[in-house]
Every structure is written in C-alpha cells, then in structure tokens.
C-alpha cells in the first residue's frame, strides 16, 4: 500500500533540489501544476506511468520516489505532524488541522509536533480504563487456554540459564540466581527503600538490580522477585505500549521464575511418578522444590496437559469468593462479566475455593467433589494469608483424573447449580421475606475500583519516587 503522504514528499523534495517549478515538471509530465501539487500534498495517488514521467523529469528512477523514508528531518516532522493530526486523539478535539507549509519555522513545526507526540502519550497512558484491562486479561486468559497454560520457548530459556550455572537438581539456590544476574552483568542489591509501586528496580546504567531485603535470604519470594527482573531482560522487554503488552510481560516473567524453581525435566518426571502411584499432591510438588503452593498449583496447570494427558482448573479466590486469577481447560464454567472477565467475579457459595474458609483445620488441602451442570469436578483446596486478607488456592480435575490425585477417596461432596440464581445468589423465599425491607448493610468498597488504570507512566509506576531512588543510591554508591 503506498504511503501518499511520504510519496508526495519525496516528489517535492527531489523537485526543489532540481529547483523545478511545478509548472516546469508538470510541462515535462503533460500534467496540469494543480495535479502535481495534489500528488505532493498526499491528496492523491499518480498512476505507475505518470510516476515514471514524474521520476524522469526530476532525472532520478522511480524506485527513488518509492524509498519508505522521509527525504529529510523536516519532511519527517511534517509527515508526523499530518498523521497525528489525522488520528483518532486530536480529531476527537474537533480542532482545525494545521498545514506545515514551507512558511513554517522549524522551530514552530518542532513545537507542534511535540505538543502533539504529548497529547498522543497521555491517550496512551489513560487507554488501559478497567473496561479495556478485562478485555485484554481475558484474551491472555483464552490464549492461554489454547495453548495449554504452557510456554515451551520460555521453558528452553530457563533451563538454558540452569545449565549454564551448573544446577541439575534440588531447589535453586540463591548463589545461582546471582550467578544467572551476574551473567548478564547484574549486581542484586537489597534496599528497604524501593519505590512503593515496584516489586524490583533495575538500573541498566550501572547493572544493578535493587530488591526488598527478606528475612531469610533466598527465600522463595526473594529468588522469584530476582528471577522476574532478570527475565525481563532475557526476554527482551521494553515499556509497554499498551495494557494487553504489560500483562504479556508479568505473565512470561512469572512463568520464567516458576520454570526455574521447577525446571521442566524435573517437575514434569517427579509429577509422572506421582500420577503413576496415585498420588499427585500440590503440597508435595511445593515442598519438592522449595516454592510457595501457588506457583506449585500454577506450574502444575503449565505441565499437566502436555506432560501428563491431565485437563485440569486453577483457582485463586479472596476471602470474599471473588476470583483473583483463573485458568480451565477441563470443561468448568466460571461466572464471567459482559466482556467475558471472570476476575472480579463470584464463584459458587459451594466451591470448595470458598468453603475452606470454613474449615476449621486449614495446615493441610482440603478435598471436595462438586456435581455441576458441567459434570462432576474433583479439587483440592489450600488457604492462605496474604496483604490483601485471606485467599485460597484450588487445583481440580474431572471426576474420571481424581484417582490420579491424593484425597480422591473424600467422601465431602456438594452441588453446584450457577449459574442458576436459586443455587446460591438469591435467597430463600422466607429468608427474604423475613429481613426484606427490614434490614441496611453498610457495603465494603473495594479500594481497587477508584484506582487508575495505570497510575503515572504506564504501567502504573511513579517516575517522581522511582527517579529520585535512582538518584539516591547512584550517590550513596558515588560516595
């Protein structure tokens, strides 16, 4: 497809350097001046024979007019001032558009173009409204599902880094994960001052990769925080461009420090030995490796299908049974939103994700079977304490794969019908008519709801404090 605005400029271009008139090549043509200046301007595409004669007056080829290249750096500002002025940000003003004609200072034309780029960066930063983030969270979700929840080529990467420092089996350690920084020439630095809204920092100036101190150092948090500043590079990142880019980002970084806490090879033939004696259990394949039960259960969803022929659910649900992150491919039917989200949503009041909460005993998982209009799912449920409150995590099965997993003699089974409204979000008819009318609950906010999506540079990272930590250690060092 041709580019009219850049074709007309390299016309006018090589015209001026001839120092032809658009009459004097127009002659040549057999065109009217008007009709070239029409071609120049981008407001209309010349015939291949009449670039041929356009070309061959100006004594260059026709290829030249055809390079994708402004001429020169004031032909690349006009070009950018037209196509942001002809985009979706600045038409929305309903403003008059501006011609960079050649009256035009340079500096005026610099001016408005980078008054322009500035305006297109603040859309930018305010696309990701929470619509458009539960638009994009379900593509990922859905692609996922389509491929299995696995990343084969981040699985490759991982093991890659592990060969390269020597590790073969066991937890890894925290000197391997500083030998894998060190390779790629980074320092890990521990600091109680980091920005508030970063989980790490890296200075690429001085290679240094700053991280919250931990009370055990090479603890799992601190290993899989490393990890994740360390695959950002490995992988190649920049800042993202847009929301559905930035959640592309946390979900290869959380997947490269999970595949090498549990590297592949070793996960996958510890989990065949398990299914072959019956016996797959997330808290055993959590306490293997060293790793918190949530990247177990998730690494399992990474490995179950490809590895051991297993479909199967993933679950992390808060305190108040909504779902904070979810995968299926086993058939289970999850609430979901207008725009097919299912975070934020209310899974069944019979899910085992919301009645561990309830259990009395909660050092161990807790085992259910749950009859739904979509057959009859297995689970087994860990809960857990985290900043937020409580959650529980839940990894389930279709009742013919239960046998394959520890607690799958439970005798604890329930009923789902949801999304059913009489299943357990409407109330009994004399439950309601007893308190109807005669009841006001003052509602929890959740806090999330005002928050902007993303909050300062994209993705939601305070430049003032993040520069300003930057700063502060790069002197504190200095000195």
């Not at 070309?55 to 001429?71: K, Y």
């Not at 930018?124 to 859905?142: N, S, Y």
Request: overall charge negative; glycine content about 8%; aromatic content about 8%.
């Amino acid at each position: 497809m041709t580019d009219l605005p850049l074709l007309g400029q390299r016309i006018r271009h090589f015209r001026t350097k001839a120092k032809l008139t658009l009459d004097d090549v127009a002659s040549q043509v057999g065109l009217a001046g008007s009709q070239l200046s029409l071609f120049e301007n981008g407001r209309r595409e010349p015939r291949l024979s009449q670039l041929d004669s356009i070309a061959a007056a100006l004594g260059i080829s026709s290829s030249d007019l055809l390079v994708r290249e402004a001429p020169s750096e004031r032909a690349s500002l006009e070009l950018e001032l037209g196509r942001l002025q002809e985009g979706s940000v600045y038409q929305r003003l309903g403003l008059p558009q501006v011609r960079a004609g050649k009256s035009m200072d340079d500096r005026v034309l610099e001016s408005l173009v980078g008054l322009h780029r500035e305006l297109d960066r603040r859309a930018r930063e305010t696309v990701a409204t929470p619509e458009q983030a539960r638009r994009d969270a379900t593509t990922q979700r859905l692609d996922m599902q389509a491929a299995n929840n696995a990343l084969p080529h981040i699985d490759d990467l991982a093991q890659e880094q592990l060969k390269w420092i020597g590790h073969e089996n066991g937890s890894l350690t925290h000197r391997g994960v500083t030998q894998m920084a060190n390779r790629l020439g980074f320092e890990l630095v521990y600091v109680n001052d980091l920005p508030h809204s970063t989980r790490s920092v890296t200075d690429l100036e001085n290679g240094k990769i700053y991280l919250p101190p931990a009370s055990i150092p090479g603890g799992h948090g601190l290993r899989s925080m490393a990890l994740q500043a360390i695959a950002h590079r490995l992988l190649g990142h920049t800042n993202p461009a847009t929301y559905s880019e930035f959640l592309r980002q946390r979900l290869e970084i959380n997947y490269f420090a999970a595949a090498t806490l549990m590297p592949k090879r070793a996960a996958s033939d510890y989990l065949r030995r398990a299914k072959r004696d019956r016996n797959i259990a997330v808290e055993d394949f959590r306490d293997a490796f060293g790793v918190t039960h949530e990247t177990a259960a998730m690494r399992l969803t990474n490995l179950a299908t490809t590895e051991l022929d297993l479909t199967l659910h993933f679950l992390r649900v808060s305190e108040d049974g909504s779902i904070v992150r979810a995968y299926v491919n086993d058939g289970l039917e999850l609430p979901a939103d207008a725009y097919g989200a299912i975070e934020g949503q209310f899974v069944c009041r019979n899910f085992a994700a919301r009645l561990a909460f309830d259990m009395t005993t909660k050092a161990t998982e807790f085992y259910q079977y749950t009859d739904t209009p979509e057959g009859t799912f297995w689970c087994s449920t860990q809960t857990g304490t985290g900043t937020d409150g409580e959650f529980s995590i839940t990894v389930g099965v279709p009742f013919e794969s239960a046998k394959y997993f520890r607690g799958s003699n439970t005798t604890f089974r329930r009923k789902s019908t949801c999304p059913d409204e009489k299943c357990c979000t409407r109330p009994e008819r004399d439950l309601a008519g007893r308190w109807d009318g005669s009841a006001w609950a003052s509602a929890r906010m959740h806090q999330h709801v005002l928050s902007p999506l993303p909050r300062g540079r994209f993705p939601g990272v305070d430049d003032v404090e993040l520069y300003e930590f930057l700063e502060r250690h790069t002197h504190d060092e200095a000195r």
